[in-house]
């Protein structure tokens, strides 16, 4: 079987493809905190979640971009990186 540009971007190494996958910890702990966040806008708590929650979606986007299981979730981590970096600059 050819390995063309599609199956590379949209399929695993057993040939699923793959667009979604079930979330990681670092996914879970970043929409865990982000929703505390809402909840608790006032004082050193919500420092604290806005770091973690930072922290692990910059943690979650830095293993998809070196460990996705095909090209279009690698693509997605680097996507949500520069977008972390742009909220951050601008």
Wanted: net charge neutral; no cysteine.
């Amino acid at each position: 079987m050819e390995n063309t540009l599609v199956d590379k971007t949209f399929r695993d190494s057993d040939g699923n493809i793959v667009i979604a996958q079930m979330p990681n910890p670092p996914l879970i702990v970043w929409v865990v905190a982000s929703l505390l966040s809402l909840v608790l806008t006032n004082g050193k708590i919500n420092a604290v979640l806005d770091f973690v929650a930072n922290g692990s979606l910059f943690t979650w986007a830095w293993m998809e971009l070196f460990q996705g299981v095909n090209y279009f979730r690698r693509a997605l981590g680097l996507a949500v990186l520069i977008g972390m970096i742009a909220s951050k600059v601008i």
